[in-house]
T-cell receptor, first 116, second 115 residues
Framework: GESVGLHLPTLSVQEGDNSIINCAYSNSASDYFIWYKQESGKGPQFIIDIRSNMDKRQGQRVTVLLNKTVKHLSLQIAATQPGDSAVYFCAENENAGGTSYGKLTFGQGTILTVHP | GAVVSQHPSWVICKSGTSVKIECRSLDFQATTMFWYRQFPKQSLMLMATSNEGSKATYEQGVEKDKFLINHASLTLSTLTVTSAHPEDSSFYIC???????????FGPGTRLTVL
């Protein structure tokens, strides 16, 4: 049968509130980070990315913050909507000796539920 | 970004049979594709990196003789789960490596259920 999985962290918010989803990464050599949104039964969808030479990047309603000192990444969603309900994953690129063919390591994931 | 499709979207098979999953890059020539596996309520785990015209690179713990990968063209990679068992039941997702720095475009996934 399938492996017994860990329970993903969950975040419940009201529509219109701001949401903050956190992620800790482990590889200090990672130089590129991405946030993905995954709806049930679908593949991951790109939200926003950031390179290690930046500490903040903004998109439409979303902001990613990177703290390399503590190896922490966060995703802020402004004015959260019911359509934002999904599982959110951070991913880091393993920069092995300078190669950059896009090998990603995904974080645990957070379930975001937005209540109308 | 690149449009990626997978076929089938779901499949149910009997234990011991083999199942082939296709990953197509519809509008982009992909020299590199990736195959992931995702169990319920878990994250994506990279299984292998598929390079057009060469052998796939498998992650530690993934059996290359069980999960056969063929990347025969710039638009198609296939994953064949050989002699499938119930523990192989999972959500299999492919991605295409884009031209820009480290971007990846994901397919919609294939749900495999082995009875």
């Amino acid at each position: 049968g399938e492996s017994v999985g860990l329970h993903l962290p969950t975040l419940s918010v009201q529509e219109g509130d701001n949401s903050i989803i956190n992620c800790a990464y482990s590889n200090s050599a990672s130089d590129y980070f991405i946030w993905y949104k995954q709806e049930s039964g679908k593949g991951p969808q790109f939200i926003i990315d950031i390179r290690s030479n930046m500490d903040k990047r903004q998109g439409q309603r979303v902001t990613v913050l990177l703290n390399k000192t503590v190896k922490h990444l966060s995703l802020q969603i402004a004015a959260t909507q019911p359509g934002d309900s999904a599982v959110y994953f951070c991913a880091e690129n393993e920069n092995a000796g300078g190669t950059s063919y896009g090998k990603l390591t995904f974080g645990q994931g957070t379930i975001l539920t937005v209540h109308p | 970004g690149a449009v990626v499709s997978q076929h089938p979207s779901w499949v149910i098979c009997k234990s011991g049979t083999s199942v082939k999953i296709e990953c197509r890059s519809l509008d982009f020539q992909a020299t590199t594709m990736f195959w992931y596996r995702q169990f319920p309520k878990q994250s994506l785990m990279l299984m292998a990196t598929s390079n057009e015209g060469s052998k796939a690179t498998y992650e530690q713990g993934v059996e290359k003789d069980k999960f056969l990968i063929n990347h025969a063209s710039l638009t198609l990679s296939t994953l064949t789960v050989t002699s499938a068992h119930p523990e192989d039941s999972s959500f299999y997702i492919c991605s295409v490596s884009g031209s820009a720095y480290n971007e990846q475009f994901f397919g919609p996934g294939t749900r495999l259920t082995v009875l």
